[in-house]
Nanobody, 129 residues
């Protein structure tokens, strides 16, 4: 299993970036995909997730309305469109995949890092003030 994240970079406050995460070696129909981030010196935190069905409405409260996730199951890729970026969005962003073991998974489970068995290498997003 490999998760290849890309698209990070340096952007000014208010700018936009689009991250991509291409998954290989796992079935799109049986894995939830998510983005987490880890600011320097802080713990990793949930950003957003897409379910196996392609439903992408799970977001960290502070990014809701600014960040949008989409999932292309044909390409086994998930995207994170980040708009109106703020300095506090500066972090290493990781994509992750969780095998779906039950039909229903609630929002708290979707945001639980312990569910995610596979992790990408991370891509750095820096937002300058």
């Amino acid at each position: 299993v490999q998760l290849q994240a890309s698209g990070g970079g340096l952007v000014q406050t208010g700018g936009s970036l689009r991250l991509s995460c291409a998954a290989s070696g796992l079935a799109a129909s049986s894995h939830d995909l998510a983005w987490f981030r880890q600011p320097l010196g802080k713990e990793r935190e949930f950003v957003g997730a897409c379910s196996v069905s392609g439903h992408c409405s799970y977001y960290k409260e502070s990014v809701e309305g600014r960040f949008t996730m989409t999932r292309d199951k044909t390409k086994n890729t998930v995207y994170l469109q980040m708009n109106s970026l703020k300095p506090e969005d500066t972090a290493v962003y990781y994509c992750a995949a969780a095998p779906r073991r039950s039909i229903f998974v609630d929002a708290s489970e979707m945001s639980n890092a312990r569910r995610y068995a596979y992790w990408g290498q991370g891509t750095l997003v820096t937002v300058s003030s």
